[in-house]
T-cell receptor, first 110, second 113 residues
Framework: DQQVKQNSPSLSVQEGRISILNCDYT??????FLWYKKYPAEGPTFLIS?????DKNEDGRFTVFLNKSAKHLSLHIVPSQPGDSAVYFC?????????FGKGTHLIIQP | NAGVTQTPKFRVLKTGQSMTLLCAQD?????MYWYRQDPGMGLRLIHY???????AKGEVPDGYNVSRLKKQNFLLGLESAAPSQTSVYFC????????????FGQGTRLTVV
């Protein structure tokens, strides 16, 4: 049973436009959510997080939205830049640590 | 500040051989984790530890053992390697009770032939 689902394996966006990455979860016990970014041959790095009691968190070009009733969260990147091309993992956090989705490969087109 | 360091970075094993992957962190973190990443599967938790001397099973623990004898180190052992264990392994650590991110090592690429 996949507790964190990222249904889009890849996403292609033009440079300067908005990138929207989506994630659904089934585990109501997650009390916070994180997005990680991963480049090839490197470990994942933390991008942004949100507590389950909030519905929005913003950090520069990155904004995460949480809709608890729909068990859905999304990451918005605006404007998208070439360096944003990477795999993005949606992650649920709780008492047993982190549960990762399968990832979405974001490709920023020039 | 090294953060999380994994050794080795690459390894090729023959089926049935054993090996230990070492993870070291210098951030005084309580929690440590071992994940494996396979194509199309994301990151799956193998084992984790919530403090020195403790270990717990994750999503895919079979075929692996772990030990946390010192707070800064978390060892992942393969007693009898199988081709299905060919993967990229990531270690991570995080603070206790904090809603903060985990920090990851650079990964170990293991091939079992």
């Amino acid at each position: 049973d996949q507790q964190v689902k990222q249904n889009s394996p890849s996403l292609s966006v033009q440079e300067g436009r908005i990138s929207i990455l989506n994630c659904d979860y089934t585990n109501s016990m997650f009390d916070y959510f994180l997005w990680y970014k991963k480049y090839p041959a490197e470990g994942p790095t933390f991008l942004i997080s949100i507590s389950s009691i909030k519905d929005k968190n913003e950090d520069g070009r990155f904004t995460v939205f949480l809709n608890k009733s729909a068990k859905h969260l999304s990451l918005h990147i605006v404007p998208s830049q070439p360096g944003d091309s990477a795999v993005y993992f949606c992650t649920g956090g709780g008492a047993d640590g982190l549960t990762f989705g399968k990832g979405t490969h974001l490709i920023i087109q020039p | 500040n090294a953060g999380v360091t994994q050794t080795p970075k690459f390894r090729v094993l023959k089926t049935g051989q054993s090996m230990t992957l070492l993870c070291a962190q210098d951030m005084n973190h309580e929690y440590m984790y071992w994940y494996r990443q396979d194509p199309g599967m994301g990151l799956r938790l193998i084992h984790y530890s919530v403090g020195e001397g403790t270990t717990a099973k994750g999503e895919v623990p079979d075929g692996y053992n772990v030990s946390r004898l010192k707070k800064q180190n978390f060892l992942l052992g393969l007693e009898s390697a199988a081709p299905s264990q060919t993967s990229v392994y990531f270690c991570a650590s995080s603070g206790q009770g904090e809603r903060t991110e985990a920090f990851f090592g650079q990964g170990t690429r293991l091939t079992v032939v």
